[in-house]
């Protein structure tokens, strides 16, 4: 689904959403809303939030679950498409499932998905791989090192097959085993780092993140 402008200016680029999957309840974290951890004074999903938009995403959809009420109270979501996800605790796949579904229909071309607990996950990722978009048949991903991870752009060709693969933790891992060689892979190494915030320990390495400014 390609928007044309007017021939002489050929085509314009793809429409990206920004999709930020912020369900988690940080179990490993006391029960800890991961949507709620500071960063700098506010909640990393407004963080996260600002991270897409930065990058060029101007529509932003998120998907909350833990504590979706006190989130949606004290976070500043101003502007998003906020969801709440009662099926949270079954894994990230209903998160991304309800995620993609909601996009539907809005004239988007493709969704680029950041997962809430990376906060080294900066704007300048955002924009490499968001660039890599030129369809909806487009798979690009960042790459770290060689290896993939977040974020992850899909095109709308490919919703309902990630869709229908997303159970539990695995998300879209499996579809994108299965099309390795269509998955365009952006290196980030240099300017993010893919580190979750799961453990204690994750979430003391993000204070120090915090008082240093960095």
């Not at 007017?6 to 490993?28: H, I, K, N, S």
């Not at 974290?29 to 600002?50: D, I, Q, T, Y």
């Not at 974020?151 to 709308?156: D, H, I, N, Q, S």
């Not at 269509?182 to 204690?200: K, M, N, Q, R």
Request: hydrophobic share 40%; glycine share 14%; charged share 25%.
């Amino acid at each position: 689904m390609t928007t044309w402008r007017d021939e002489a200016e050929g085509p314009a680029a793809p429409a990206v959403a920004g999709l930020l999957l912020a369900a988690g309840g940080g179990r490993r974290l006391g029960g800890r809303p991961k949507a709620m951890l500071p960063l700098r004074g506010r909640p990393l999903v407004e963080h996260a939030v600002r991270t897409l938009r930065a990058g060029g995403c101007d529509r932003v959809h998120v998907v909350l679950g833990a504590a979706a009420g006190q989130v949606r109270a004290r976070a500043e979501l101003s502007g998003c498409t906020v969801l709440d996800n009662p099926y949270w605790e079954s894994g990230m796949g209903s998160s991304l499932r309800l995620g993609l579904d909601s996009l539907t229909g809005t004239g988007t071309d493709a969704a680029l998905i950041l997962l809430v607990d990376q906060p080294g996950v900066g704007t300048g990722a955002v924009v490499r791989v968001r660039s890599a978009c030129r369809s909806t048949a487009t798979l690009a991903s960042a790459s770290y090192e060689g290896r993939r991870g977040h974020p992850v752009l899909f095109g709308a060709d490919h919703w309902a097959g990630v869709a229908k693969g997303a159970e539990g933790d695995q998300g879209a891992r499996a579809y994108l085993r299965a099309r390795e060689d269509e998955i365009v892979l952006v290196e980030c190494g240099d300017i993010a780092d893919p580190a979750d915030i799961d453990t204690p320990e994750d979430l003391e390495r993000l204070k120090r993140r915090t008082e240093s400014g960095s």
